[in-house]
């Protein structure tokens, strides 16, 4: 009887990608993969480091596994991702309950690795982090229509409060002719909707051919048959150029969505960051996109508290977010983390502040997304659709102004049967805070 292994993959989509290839592995040699990881003999675990929610959640998972090891339900534990890699010296004390821990370099042994705990040996191993693999086959673990293309590893930019260079090492982009071999082959298996991803997506193919090459890959990736969205995610601002929103602007199947994390939006925090830019040349970059691209939908995140964020520079924040009234947006309170330059400057900010500051800007967005969405009754979109709500009693999915996981859904009705990965014509009929609720619209749906 085939060993049955179950992965918990925790964290960013990045990582995901990583625990498809491991899964692919696993199958490809024999093992039976289970969904529920208290279900398998051995549990993978590819965890999360990067800010303190995430190395709890990971530790939490870990233990709770630990403790279905020792009640019988599972034999085997092998703990990976970006907490062991960030913790290599303590992490294989830190978690005694597992078989097996391993940094992100291992991952490509990871059928080894399995073999070997299996046969009840005890693997502490750490590969130089620049072994990871930036190319595999993977088994998908999303809904069946939509993919994510990882198309660099690691980061170069050295953030003062990020831990992902630390962790990943260096940005080092996947060859333009690798990067769309995969995206053919997703499509060859019936994904049509890519999502285009990397620590830092405009910075892709600079170390490679000496210049940001993501908009000829997005141009080469429209020519794939099959993808229908193609969507980019985690474009910093100073590589924004006038080619790749003319790309954007030109190609149908390139959403016109585009996520740009700015962080703060003064002057001398986000120089404190090691960030660029200031509110004036935000604004105007934002304002340039706008013009571009008609009905551009425009998403980023925020961090509030960062050491040294005054009162005033908050409120010039939440002016700044009123003023640019983002489509999409997401804040986060600061965490000192271990080991970066933010974590000891002097001027901390307390967490009790930085939480409320970054609860007011959701506020102010829960506000400016609801006059959004208002704006959208009575307008037809086209929706993906991602599944059956039977306690709601209708279908949801998304409209290319939202990504996966991240975004809002839109919730609706059909007189006819629907299947997970149409594509509908919506009409929009109501809200609800950051979804939108409507009617298909009878003979405009198509696979």
Known sequence: MPIKVGMVSLGCSKNLVDSERMLFKLKHNGYKLVTDPAAADVAVVNTCGFIQSAKEE?????????????????????????????????????????????????NKDIVDILNRVVHNERVVEFAPKLDAELTGERIISTLPFFSYLKVAEGCSNCCTYCAIPKIRGKFRSIPIDDAVAEAQQLADNGVSELVVIAQDTSQYGVDLYGKPMLPE????????????????????PE?????????????????????????????????????????????????????????????????????????????????????????????????????TPAASFPDQVDQETAAHRADIIMEQQLLISSDNNAQLIGRDLTAVVEGFDRFGECWFGRTPMDAPDIDGKVFFSSDRPLSVGDYVRIRITDTLDYDLIGEVITDESSK
């Open 58 to 106: 990971a530790i939490d998972t870990i233990l709770e596994l630990g403790k279905l090891k020792e009640e019988g339900s599972i034999s085997k534990i092998i703990v990976t991702g970006c907490l062991t890699e960030r913790y290599r010296e303590e992490a294989a004390d830190l978690f005694p309950e597992a078989d097996a821990v391993i940094g992100i370099g291992n």
């Open 239 to 339: 590589r924004i150029t006038d080619e790749l929103l003319d790309t954007i602007a030109s190609e149908p199947k390139l959403v016109k969505y585009l996520e740009i994390p700015i962080q703060h939006s003064d002057a001398g925090i986000l120089k404190r960051m090691h960030r660029w830019g200031s509110a004036d040349e935000l604004e105007a970059l934002f304002s340039h996109i706008r013009e571009k691209i008609p009905g551009v939908i425009l998403r980023t995140t925020l961090i509030t508290g960062f050491p040294g964020e005054s009162q005033e520079q908050f409120n010039a924040l939440a002016e700044f977010v009123q003023k640019v009234r983002f489509d999409r947006l997401g804040c986060f309170a600061y965490s000192p983390e271990d080991g």
């Open 217 to 236: 890959l997005l141009r080469r990736l429209c020519r794939i048959d099959g993808l229908k969205w193609i969507r980019t995610l985690y474009c910093y």
